[in-house]
């Protein structure tokens, strides 16, 4: 893949060294798993580079945009949440043991550290929105785990003052975004549990394969270095060529083929030390 993805550009990558398989958390952040690679395969010579495909790379911490459950009733000194993870590939937040129980709200491909001890960010509820304020309950949080269920409760006994009724609960939880791969110097690593046909492992082993090599420049190969107008800076160097038809478009595609523009500026690029980055002029 690697080899062929490259020759349009006149540019021969071949495989040099061995395979290791060995054993590995799930969700390694992007500096862990940098530091699994290295450990496991070496620090990278002159222009070589690692390749590592794993289960999932997260990002950097994030705090989720707050949620807001409306109309629960307050019966009972804890009402549970339950975050599930529901097909394998989904999350989502629902109300536990309620009935009638509103619908659970679907969470896009993110991770819940809950080993992290500050994973939780804030929760106020309230027995008539818009009158008075808002309770904060954030220190009667309890959270219990039942296989890949994971209980958030609160104590309500700090709402009594409020009377019977129904109620409103907002809360935020910090999360982990999944990353579908990164370069990080000589190292490329590729996350494998969300590959769909729309997002296949050849995109990601050949754009972040790009990053190393150079790519997307900011500038054109040529004698003036005037600006690339397919580049774009997002999360790295990027090109936005065709839309997103080149394979160093930001987000997993289908494509496997760079654009032209890119495939000039890789022939360009002095080779000789990578990586290289793309903003490094010609």
């Given at each position: 893949?690697?080899?062929?993805?490259?020759?349009?550009?006149?540019?021969?990558?071949?495989?040099?060294?061995?395979?290791?398989?060995?054993?590995?958390r799930h969700f390694p952040t992007a500096?862990?798993?940098?530091?699994?690679?290295?450990?496991?395969?070496?620090?990278?010579?002159?222009?070589?580079?690692?390749?590592?495909?794993?289960?999932?790379?997260?990002?950097?911490?994030?705090?989720?945009?707050?949620?807001?459950?409306?109309?629960?009733?307050?019966?009972?000194?804890?009402?549970?949440?339950?975050?599930?993870?529901?097909?394998?590939?989904?999350?989502?937040?629902?109300?536990?043991?309620?009935?009638?129980?509103?619908?659970?709200?679907?969470?896009?491909?993110?991770?819940?550290?809950?080993?992290?001890?500050?994973?939780?960010?804030?929760?106020?509820?309230?027995?008539?929105?818009?009158?008075?304020?808002?309770?904060?309950?954030?220190?009667?949080?309890?959270?219990?785990?039942?296989?890949?269920?994971?209980?958030?409760?609160?104590?309500?006994?700090?709402?009594?003052?409020?009377?019977?009724?129904?109620?409103?609960?907002?809360?935020?939880?910090?999360?982990?975004?999944?990353?579908?791969?990164?370069?990080?110097?000589?190292?490329?690593?590729?996350?494998?549990?969300?590959?769909?046909?729309?997002?296949?492992?050849?995109?990601?082993?050949?754009?972040?394969?790009?990053?190393?090599?150079?790519l997307a420049a900011s500038t054109l190969?040529?004698?003036?270095?005037?600006?690339?107008?397919?580049?774009?800076?997002?999360?790295?160097?990027?090109?936005?060529?065709?839309?997103?038809?080149?394979?160093?478009?930001?987000?997993?595609?289908?494509?496997?083929?760079?654009?032209?523009?890119?495939?000039?500026a890789v022939s360009a690029r002095d080779?000789?030390?990578?990586?290289?980055?793309?903003?490094?002029?010609?």
């Amino acid at each position: 893949m690697l080899e062929g993805g490259f020759q349009p550009a006149q540019l021969k990558l071949t495989r040099n060294g061995g395979v290791a398989t060995p054993n590995h958390r799930h969700f390694p952040t992007a500096a862990m798993a940098t530091q699994w690679t290295d450990g496991v395969l070496g620090a990278p010579g002159a222009r070589t580079m690692n390749i590592a495909l794993i289960d999932t790379i997260l990002g950097n911490k994030e705090a989720f945009p707050q949620f807001t459950f409306n109309g629960c009733p307050s019966t009972g000194n804890h009402t549970m949440i339950k975050v599930t993870d529901t097909t394998g590939t989904l999350h989502s937040l629902a109300w536990n043991n309620l009935n009638p129980a509103p619908a659970a709200f679907p969470l896009p491909n993110v991770a819940f550290d809950f080993t992290n001890p500050n994973w939780f960010v804030s929760a106020t509820a309230t027995i008539t929105p818009g009158l008075g304020p808002a309770t904060d309950i954030s220190a009667a949080l309890t959270m219990t785990a039942a296989g890949r269920d994971f209980h958030l409760a609160w104590d309500l006994s700090a709402l009594d003052a409020f009377g019977a009724g129904a109620f409103n609960l907002t809360f935020s939880l910090f999360y982990n975004p999944e990353l579908s791969g990164l370069s990080a110097g000589p190292t490329t690593i590729v996350g494998m549990r969300f590959r769909t046909p729309a997002s296949p492992d050849e995109n990601t082993v050949l754009h972040e394969a790009g990053h190393y090599l150079g790519l997307a420049a900011s500038t054109l190969p040529d004698q003036t270095g005037s600006a690339n107008p397919e580049w774009y800076l997002k999360n790295g160097n990027h090109c936005k060529a065709g839309g997103n038809s080149c394979v160093m478009y930001d987000t997993a595609s289908v494509n496997t083929v760079f654009c032209a523009t890119c495939l000039d500026a890789v022939s360009a690029r002095d080779l000789s030390n990578p990586p290289v980055w793309g903003g490094n002029p010609f």
